[in-house]
């Protein structure tokens, strides 16, 4: 995988990121079991029940 999960906001960014781009949060899990893309956080029902914005999330990281 290319990705690790911020464990701050839960979202999914390069491996190359020191820090979260969304959160600043320099804390990360490279164990992510599954992703969440929301494209339109205002329509989305998902996006209301998890409370979160536009953007690619794990769904479970340790």
């Known amino acids: 995988m290319m990705f690790k999960a911020c464990k701050q906001?839960?979202?999914l960014?390069?491996?190359t990121?020191?820090?979260?781009p969304y959160c600043g949060s320099k804390e990360f899990s490279?164990?992510?079991?599954?992703a969440i893309f929301i494209l339109d956080a205002q329509h989305s029902i998902i996006a209301k029940i998890l409370n979160k914005e536009e953007g690619i999330f794990a769904l479970k990281r340790e």
């Open 9 to 11: 906001c839960g979202r």
């Open 13 to 15: 960014v390069p491996k």
């Open 30 to 34: 490279e164990k992510v079991a599954g």
């Open 17 to 20: 990121e020191e820090r979260c």
